[in-house]
């Protein structure tokens, strides 16, 4: 398995009625937040950002970042519905509730 790429993908639906995209690596995360309009990155797209790069020079974990960009996602509004959320440890995965 490449190092860079995420135990579960990440979905998100882009806009209402697109179909859900599933990301499955840190590549495509920072693509994903590359294309975020600047007027709209704020403390959360810097964390995820620094987090997706961070993972590409070794820096950080790549779950780390895949779970700064999950929560990037959450709070923009771009994670579907039908997401589960990793569990932490000795936890069961759960659901997202909106």
Not at 2 to 24: C, N, S
Not at 63 to 68: K, L, Q
């Amino acid at each position: 398995m490449d190092r860079l790429q995420f135990e579960v993908p990440v979905r998100i639906a882009p806009a209402p009625g697109m179909p859900v995209e599933e990301i499955y690596s840190v590549e495509q995360a920072l693509d994903v937040l590359h294309g975020w309009p600047s007027k709209r990155q704020g403390k959360v797209y810097e964390a995820a950002f620094n987090a997706c790069f961070g993972a590409t020079v070794d820096v950080v974990k790549t779950e780390e970042a895949c779970r700064a960009f999950m929560a990037f996602c959450r709070v923009s509004g771009l994670l579907a519905r039908d997401m589960m959320i990793a569990p932490k440890r000795g936890g069961e995965a759960r659901g997202l509730r909106i």
